[in-house]
């Protein structure tokens, strides 16, 4: 039995409609109303569960006036349910602003467990999931991406982010000048018929979309930094035998620098200066 006054946050299916829980479906028919993020995608998945619970629209741009509305009518007695299209609402998803008023205003919410697209990448991807930094999406601006970027450049947890198809090259070649060449992943269709995960080098996964552009939404997950300990600095012919791959392959001079210096974790001006030693060996 729902409470009173009380809001359900609902999880619901990131792309198999099979995969809501029980108690979900339960909340959702005995609420006086659920808030859904589009109204026309929530209609179907309601529809097929013969849910007839009234909608509202609750997103970005009427979440202001609309967290009001709710608020009141969960302090008049009614019960709520919030759902978002995909997923945990709240998780790059409109839900913060009407928890955050709900605790404000004393009124009660219990959140249900249930589907997420990043944890559920996450664990497909096989990276380390003891530790990991969930950043949703990456700033659109290039200057706000770029600090974003450096910030957890060195950070040792895996990092999960969310990309927009028509973003994922741009986003992968700023992932490369930032960070480097690190392993990473991607996961689309989660949970559908054709769910694939790419896992590889970041240069690897541009030249694979590069050829074949991806549809849909994807999970891009990025490996843990190796702390200072863990870096294998090798010695000065490992270095110039990654300088000469790289510029064979067109990567710029001051690039293929940059890129061996982070891979073994030393200054850029050392790889320099043992490139320039063995040019005068051989005059």
Same mark, same amino acid.
């Given at each position: 039995?729902?409470? $009173?006054? +009380?809001?359900?946050?609902? =999880?619901? @299916?990131?792309? !198999? ?11 959702? $028919? /005995? ?27 609750? &997103? #970005? ?27 945990? =609402?709240?998780?790059?998803? @409109? ?5 955050? &008023? ?13 589907? !997420? ?11 380390? +999931? ?13 200057? #706000? ?26 986003? *992968? ?10 392993? +990473? ?18 240069? %690897?996964?541009?030249? %694979?979309?590069? /050829? !074949? ?10 490996? =843990?930094?190796?702390?200072? #300990? ?6 000065? #012919? ?7 791959? *790289? ?10 620098? $940059? ?9 850029? !001006? ?14």
């Amino acid at each position: 039995m729902v409470e $009173k006054g +009380a809001l359900y946050v609902c =999880p619901t @299916p990131i792309g !198999n409609l099979a995969d809501i829980t029980l108690r979900v479906l339960d909340i959702l $028919k /005995q609420v006086d109303f659920i808030a859904a993020e589009d109204t026309r995608h929530s209609r179907k998945l309601l529809a097929h569960y013969d849910i007839k619970t009234p909608l509202i629209s609750y &997103h #970005e741009h009427n979440e202001r006036q609309r967290t009001a509305e709710i608020i009141e009518r969960l302090k008049k007695g009614q019960s709520g349910a919030l759902i978002s299209d995909a997923g945990m =609402p709240g998780i790059s998803d @409109p839900g913060s602003v009407l928890i955050r &008023h709900c605790i404000e205003n004393g009124i009660k919410i219990d959140v249900l467990p249930g589907p !997420n697209a990043a944890l559920t990448a996450l664990v497909l991807s096989g990276m380390p +999931a003891d530790a990991f930094l969930f950043l949703g999406f990456l700033p659109v601006k290039k200057k #706000e991406r770029h600090r974003t970027l450096t910030e957890i450049a060195k950070l040792p947890y895996t990092k999960i982010l969310y990309e927009a198809p028509h973003r994922l090259i741009q986003t *992968l070649q700023d992932i490369l000048e930032i960070v480097g060449d690190t392993e +990473a992943a991607v996961a689309r269709e989660l949970t559908k018929i054709h769910q694939t995960v790419h896992r590889g080098l970041i240069s %690897e996964l541009l030249a %694979e979309f590069e /050829q !074949n552009p991806v549809k849909g939404e994807c999970c891009l997950l990025l490996a =843990p930094a190796k702390l200072p #300990e863990q870096v294998s600095k090798g010695q000065a #012919e490992d270095w110039l035998q990654e300088l000469e791959k *790289l510029e064979a392959e067109g990567v710029t001079g001051k690039e293929a620098l $940059k890129l061996v210096a982070q891979k073994y974790g030393v200054g850029k !001006n050392a790889v320099y200066q043992a490139k320039l030693a063995k040019s005068k060996d051989k005059t």
